[in-house]
């Protein structure tokens, strides 16, 4: 995916990284995973202390500051690793999807890291641009109600062979493009914001690897 240059500029460490996954068998669940999750969630109960320490994370302290400074409130639109683990220390279990999202949530409350994901039959992976987005531009996320008109300024990615935004970098994915039970093929972005290193979006994309291979039998 190509990075427009005065967004680098501006955020320095700004980095993703891709993995693409075929052969891809989504459930609802599986006894396995929830097994699965339940051990993973203990771990992470284990790891960090309390509600209170979790905005101290280093990683989430990374997405927080990246947060304010592209204009989002991380106080009232928690980032993606940060909501998992708050959901868990509070003693919820992570919700029910499918084996598809329910492996990379996992992923993400593990190891704190924002993953996207998309299903990659429906975007054209090669022509994909994270930019600035303009004022007024119409995005529908998962879960919106209604498309919603950016206010301009937010990072955005772009399908350029489409002209249509799949996501608002780096917390809501498109709707239209969004994995489901019937993806076959995905592409996960391991999103990455300054003061998130190249190690941390490694283990994050291993860890993707890892969990959707043994519970969507996926494989690169």
């Known amino acids: 995916m190509e990075i427009e240059s005065s967004l680098r500029e501006r955020y320095p460490g700004l980095d993703v990284k891709e993995l ?90 593990e190891t704190m890291i924002s993953i996207a994901a998309f299903d990659n039959l429906k975007i054209h992976r090669d022509h994909l641009l994270m ?37 608002v970098y780096p917390y809501r994915d498109a709707d239209e493009s969004k994995v489901a039970e019937v993806t076959k093929e995905v592409l996960f972005m391991m999103c990455g914001v300054p003061e998130v290193t190249e190690e941390d979006l490694d283990l994050a994309k291993r860890t993707t690897l890892e969990y959707a291979s043994t519970f969507c039998g996926a494989s690169k």
């Open 20 to 109: 693409v996954l075929s052969k891809v068998e989504v459930r609802l669940s599986t006894p396995e995973l929830v097994a699965f999750k339940r051990s993973k969630q203990e771990e992470i109960r284990m790891k960090i202390p309390s509600l209170d320490a979790v905005k101290d994370q280093r990683i989430i302290r990374a997405y927080r500051d990246f947060y304010w400074k592209v204009g989002i409130d991380p106080t009232k639109t928690r980032p993606a690793g940060e909501a998992l683990v708050r959901r868990i220390l509070s003693g919820r279990d992570l919700p029910t999807i499918n084996t598809l999202v329910d492996s990379y949530n996992l992923a993400s409350a």
């Open 131 to 167: 930019r600035t987005a303009a004022m007024g531009e119409s995005f529908a996320g998962i879960g919106m109600a209604s498309p919603v008109s950016l206010e301009g300024g937010e990072v955005v990615i772009e399908d350029c062979m489409q002209e249509k935004l799949i996501a």
